[in-house]
């Protein structure tokens, strides 16, 4: 029998009555074979299974535990297809857990275990039901090459998931689409849950970010009844489903031209039970036909929806306006004039204590300077800014667009996750609504 497992997460276990166990265990932890990181097990036909470490010769080992350790206890080789894992495994980490169970199973086969290989381990993933998405980072030497596919099998098993994807950079094309590599299973299938609503997308062709859950939520908490919305950025519907499950929004426009999130988005509003409340505009957004229409405009792209801005302002309402909600990646500079002071480096989880609502400054005849005073205690000075200029560009356009003036005021600056050091994902909550016609 081959030392080490045949089959990938197997371990070897020397077999004897229950009676030897205790002696077969100190000989074997003497020796340094016994596998601390399985349990000893009990077999159905009352036989008891040590698993041992496989990498060494065991035969003399096997000699002497019947003939000398425990005179004639019956002794045998198996495989445990499943093994337990010990309470101390149980207690390391899943990385721990990944370097011990792929270090054992490459010694197994000859190949030396180096500081280079653990270094080029994977050191973070987003678990999606069944399937690990491992960041891009980790498996580039070449060693991992000829070890394929059982290599993954073992990476699968030992993090307790049972497909396994690899991402790539997301492409900068504009669809967002993730370079995901499927590594082991048969498809990227996923299902997650968030607040009530189930979103499947295929990870290797679709983006799904964690870090927005805020931001889902937010919407979710909207005043919407009866509105109108158009999202020029619809995805698998990340957006559009809070807003028409939670939010109360009567009627959505989704624009997608990815036609994998396209498939995704009609699954998902389908799954969601909205699908008779939702029109999905295939394609580019810049040539959507639809104007005069919406309530509210979700602009979800980053780095920038700036290429939408022309088209939401367009379908904004001509008599009543609405609200857009702009999303962006903003850069700010450490140590320069923050506000509050200290906090460069703010964490995500400090935002919400940053958190303000400026409310209709306009009318009580307050301007921008008051304005920008209240906003400095709740956000970065290059969020105010940056809020200013989508702002002034936005009137100018509405007037273009529609040949009247329009007033804009900022809502609210919302931040939703740090995009990369000093970098911040922010939304831009921004009011637009035509001027009164005097006389
Ligand atoms: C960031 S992703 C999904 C966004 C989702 N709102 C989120 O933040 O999780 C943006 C989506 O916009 C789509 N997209 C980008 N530019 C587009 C355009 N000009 N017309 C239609 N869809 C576009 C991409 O295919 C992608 O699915």
Redesign the pocket.
């Known amino acids: 029998m081959e030392p080490d497992s045949e089959k990938p997460g197997a371990v070897v276990a020397v077999v004897t009555e229950l009676r030897f166990t205790q002696r077969y265990k100190d000989y074997l932890e003497k020796q340094q074979l016994l596998d601390r990181r399985y349990r000893v097990e009990k077999m159905p036909d009352g036989t008891v299974a040590l698993p041992v470490r496989g990498e060494t010769p065991l035969e003399q080992h096997l000699w002497a535990l019947k003939n000398h350790v425990a005179p004639g206890s019956p002794c045998k080789l198996m495989q445990l297809l499943r093994p337990a894992p010990s309470k101390k495994a149980q207690c390391c980490s899943p990385a721990q857990r990944l370097c011990l169970e792929v270090s054992r199973w490459l010694e197994g086969r000859g190949v030396q275990w180096s500081a280079e290989l653990e270094a080029d381990l994977p050191r973070s993933w987003q678990r999606h039901g069944n399937l690990l998405l491992l960041s891009e980072d980790c498996f580039q030497a070449k060693q991992w090459k000829n070890l394929e596919p059982e290599l993954w099998e073992i990476v699968a098993s030992a993090l307790g998931a049972q497909r396994l994807a690899r991402r790539g950079r997301v492409s900068p094309d504009?669809?967002?689409?993730p370079a995901v590599t499927l590594l082991l299973g048969a498809h990227g299938w996923v299902e997650h849950v968030d607040n009530g609503i189930r979103y499947r997308f295929d990870v290797t062709r679709?983006?799904?970010?964690f870090g927005?859950i805020t931001?889902?939520l937010r919407v979710a908490s909207l005043p919407c009844a009866g509105e109108v919305l158009v999202?020029?950025?619809?995805?698998?519907g990340?957006?559009a489903l809070p807003f028409l499950v939670h939010a109360g929004a009567a009627f959505v426009h989704a624009?997608?031209?990815?036609p994998h999130?396209v498939e995704a988005l009609r699954a998902n509003l389908e799954i969601n039970g909205v699908a008779d409340r939702c029109q999905i505009?295939f394609?580019?957004?810049?040539k959507?036909k639809l104007s005069n229409i919406a309530d509210r405009v979700?602009l979800?792209?980053?780095p920038s929806s700036e290429?939408?801005w022309l088209v939401a302002c367009r379908v904004l309402r001509q008599d009543a306006g609405g609200i857009l909600h702009i999303?962006q990646n903003v850069e700010s500079f450490p140590g320069k004039n923050l506000q509050p002071s200290g906090s460069s480096d703010m964490e995500e989880e400090q935002w919400p204590y940053l958190q303000q609502i400026i409310t209709n400054q306009g009318k009580n005849g307050t301007g921008r300077d008051s304005r920008r005073k209240m906003l400095a205690g709740a956000t970065k000075p290059e969020w105010q800014r940056w809020a200013e200029s989508a702002e002034t560009r936005i009137a100018a356009l509405l007037q273009q667009i529609h040949g009247k003036p329009w007033k804009t005021q900022i809502l609210h600056i919302h931040p939703?996750k740090s995009y990369a050091p000093h970098v911040d994902h922010i939304v831009l909550d921004l009011e637009c609504r035509p001027c009164p016609l005097i006389g």
């Open positions: 504009g669809t967002r689409t679709c983006m799904f970010s927005n931001e889902k999202d020029l950025y619809a995805g698998i990340y957006f624009c997608e031209w990815n999130a505009h394609g580019d957004n810049r959507l979700n979800g792209l980053i290429e939408g999303h939703v």
